[in-house]
C-alpha cells in the first residue's frame, strides 16, 4: 500500500449525525466532502479537506441507538507544530462545542490540548511536529 494516491477514511458511527459534523467542520476547518442518506438504511456525512489524503465519515443506522465513545482513549491526533496556528486551532475547537479537557494518557497534555467531542470521542491538537 504505497500508492501516493492512497486515502484513509475514518468511520464511525454516532446518534447525533449533523450535530458531530458541523462540530468537526467548524473546530477543524473541515468542509462537507459528501453526504448519503437512506444508503440501506444509513444516513452518512463525510468531512475532511479536499486536499488531504484523509477523512472522517459520521454515520447514523436508522433506528438504532449506539453507544458514546468506548474509552477516554479514543483519539484523533493533528499534528500542529506553529505555535500561533496551534493556538487558533484550539481557540477554533472550542468555539465549535469541543471541550477540553485532561487526557487519559498524560503524554498528550506535554505539547498538547485534548478535547472531547458530544459522543465522549477526543481530538487531540499537537503542537509538536510528527517525529518518525
Same mark, same amino acid.
Given at each position: 500500500?504505497?500508492?501516493?494516491? @492512497?486515502?484513509?477514511?475514518?468511520?464511525?458511527?454516532?446518534?447525533?449525525? $449533523?450535530?458531530?459534523?458541523?462540530?468537526?467542520?467548524?473546530?477543524?476547518?473541515?468542509?462537507?466532502?459528501? *453526504?448519503?442518506? &437512506? *444508503?440501506?438504511?444509513?444516513?452518512? !456525512?463525510?468531512?475532511g *479537506? %479536499?486536499?488531504h489524503?484523509? +477523512?472522517? /465519515?459520521?454515520?447514523? +443506522?436508522?433506528?438504532?441507538?449506539? %453507544?458514546?465513545? %468506548?474509552?477516554a482513549?479514543? =483519539?484523533?491526533?493533528?499534528?500542529?507544530?506553529? /505555535?500561533? /496556528? #496551534?493556538?487558533?486551532?484550539?481557540?477554533?475547537?472550542e468555539?465549535?462545542?469541543?471541550?477540553?479537557?485532561?487526557?487519559?494518557?498524560? $503524554?498528550w &497534555?506535554?505539547?498538547?490540548?485534548?478535547?472531547?467531542? =458530544? &459522543?465522549?470521542?477526543?481530538? !487531540? =491538537?499537537? @503542537?509538536?511536529? #510528527?517525529?518518525?
Amino acid at each position: 500500500m504505497t500508492h501516493k494516491n @492512497n486515502r484513509l477514511r475514518i468511520a464511525r458511527p454516532t446518534n447525533r449525525l $449533523y450535530l458531530i459534523a458541523q462540530m468537526y467542520c467548524k473546530g477543524l476547518d473541515f468542509d462537507v466532502l459528501g *453526504h448519503f442518506n &437512506d *444508503h440501506q438504511g444509513f444516513d452518512g !456525512v463525510i468531512v475532511g *479537506h %479536499p486536499h488531504h489524503a484523509y +477523512h472522517l /465519515e459520521f454515520t447514523h +443506522h436508522r433506528g438504532t441507538t449506539v %453507544p458514546d465513545a %468506548p474509552t477516554a482513549d479514543n =483519539l484523533l491526533v493533528f499534528y500542529i507544530p506553529d /505555535e500561533a /496556528e #496551534w493556538r487558533a486551532a484550539c481557540t477554533k475547537m472550542e468555539l465549535a462545542g469541543f471541550l477540553v479537557v485532561v487526557s487519559y494518557n498524560p $503524554y498528550w &497534555d506535554q505539547h498538547g490540548k485534548t478535547f472531547t467531542d =458530544l &459522543d465522549g470521542y477526543r481530538v !487531540v =491538537l499537537q @503542537n509538536t511536529d #510528527w517525529d518518525r
